[in-house]
């Protein structure tokens, strides 16, 4: 596993989750707040895709009205994935805002507030696992890897 390493070095927790993800980030942050330890970065992980971001390879379109689409550049397009890493501070005045049906994921109830997001390049094996036979590829990519 790629984070066992970082694991063994640094504490770490775990707390159940909320019916949205911006609600089980907040249960997430009530709790890191009642351990009141001295925190300067939180991780933010949906378990479903280990690593960070990568560029889009595909052709990407934008739905405009009246049932037209636009291409985008797709070299100003970027996958999002996770962890997604955010100062404490930011984190915590980013999350009393009210949950909005937009926010998708942490970038995009932090970035409400004015802050810029920055971005990193991750892996294309970071496949999102959602599906039986997303795991099966994910499995396949471990034993080619070791």
């Given at each position: 596993?790629?984070?066992?390493?970082?694991?063994?070095?640094?504490?770490?927790?775990?707390?159940?989750?909320?019916?949205?993800?911006?609600?089980?980030?907040?249960?997430?942050?009530?709790?890191?707040?009642?351990?009141?330890?001295?925190?300067?970065?939180?991780?933010?992980?949906?378990?479903?895709?280990?690593?960070?971001?990568?560029?889009?390879?595909?052709?990407?379109?934008?739905?405009?009205?009246?049932?037209?689409?636009?291409?985008?550049?797709?070299?100003?397009?970027?996958?999002?994935?996770?962890?997604?890493?955010?100062?404490?501070?930011?984190?915590y005045e980013a999350y009393q805002q009210r949950e909005e049906r937009y926010f998708t994921?942490?970038?995009?109830?932090?970035?409400?507030?004015?802050?810029?997001?920055?971005?990193l390049e991750g892996d294309y094996k970071n496949i999102?696992?959602?599906?039986?036979?997303?795991?099966?590829?994910?499995?396949?990519?471990?034993?080619?890897?070791?």
């Open positions: 596993m790629i984070y066992e390493e970082f694991l063994d070095l640094r504490p770490h927790h775990i707390c159940l989750g909320g019916e949205s993800r911006f609600q089980s980030v907040e249960n997430g942050l009530r709790y890191l707040k009642a351990l009141n330890l001295p925190i300067d970065y939180i991780a933010v992980h949906d378990a479903a895709r280990p690593l960070v971001a990568t560029p889009s390879t595909n052709s990407v379109r934008q739905v405009v009205p009246e049932k037209a689409s636009k291409a985008l550049n797709r070299n100003e397009i970027w996958l999002v994935q996770t962890p997604q890493v955010f100062a404490t501070n930011v984190l994921d942490d970038a995009s109830v932090v970035e409400q507030l004015g802050y810029s997001i920055h971005i999102k696992i959602t599906f039986p036979e997303d795991l099966a590829i994910a499995q396949l990519y471990q034993a080619r890897d070791n």
